[in-house]
């Protein structure tokens, strides 16, 4: 069972355009959710990360929404690169739990 | 400070064999995970240790362990290879366990299985 669902699997934007990633979960208990950028032959590293006690999370172009009454999280890229594209993985956990959830992740391809 | 090393990157087994992985954690680091990423599964959590002691596993069949070395080094070890073990497998380390301790991923190392 798929603790977080992330959503499109994957997404194609102009140079310029605003790239949105969608997730969502079950588990009331996560109070951790951050998003980490994959580059091909990388491993994952950790981009920005949000607690559920706020609804936006800003950092450079990159911005997380977050809905605590929808159970769902998003990840905001303005003004897309080609640089920034790579596999964007949503997680979610507890700090009373000893893992992370992943989502499926999403590849990002920003067109020149 | 030097990231968390992988090592080897490739491996390329046979069905029935059995493989070991290594991972050392950035330095002051004393939580290492391990997770499996596979096309379309994400990335599924395998263990995590903290001080040489296992805190969590994942839904995985008992072919795969791991051990924590009193350094904080990880290794992984898959017995009885099958196809579907071919992934990328990631070691994680952070500076402590629980899961709002984000994590620093390796390069990770693939793992073929013919």
């Known amino acids: 069972q798929q603790q977080v669902k992330q959503s499109p699997q994957s997404l194609i934007v102009q140079k310029g355009g605003i790239s949105i990633i969608n997730c969502a979960y079950e588990?009331?208990?996560?109070?951790?959710f951050p998003w980490y950028q994959q580059f091909p032959g990388k491993g994952p590293a950790l981009l920005i990360a949000?607690?559920?006690?706020?609804s936006e999370k800003k950092e450079g172009r990159f911005t997380i929404s977050f809905n605590k009454s929808a159970k769902q999280f998003s990840l905001h890229i303005m003004d897309s690169q080609p640089g920034d594209s790579a596999t964007y993985f949503c997680?979610?956990?507890?700090?009373?739990?000893?893992?992370?959830?992943f989502g499926t992740g999403t590849s990002l391809t920003v067109i020149p | 400070k030097a990231g968390v090393t992988q090592t080897p990157r490739y491996l390329i087994k046979t069905r029935g064999q059995q493989v070991t992985l290594s991972c050392s954690p950035i330095?002051?680091?004393?939580?290492v995970s391990w997770y499996q990423q596979t096309p379309g599964q994400g990335l599924q959590f395998l263990f995590e240790?903290?001080?040489?002691?296992?805190?969590n596993k994942g839904n995985f069949p008992g072919r795969f362990s791991g051990r924590q070395f009193s350094n904080s080094r990880s290794e992984m070890n898959v017995s009885t290879l099958e196809l579907g073990d071919s992934a990328l497998y990631l070691c994680?380390?952070?500076?402590?366990?629980?899961?709002?301790?984000?994590?620093?991923f390796g390069n990770g190392t693939r793992l073929t299985v013919t």
């Open positions: 588990n009331t208990a996560f109070d951790y």
């Open positions: 240790y903290f001080s040489e002691t296992q805190r």
């Open positions: 949000i607690r559920p006690d706020v």
């Open positions: 330095s002051g680091h004393r939580s």
């Open positions: 994680a380390s952070s500076p402590q366990t629980g899961g709002n301790s984000p994590l620093h």
């Open positions: 997680a979610a956990s507890s700090l009373t739990g000893n893992q992370f959830y």
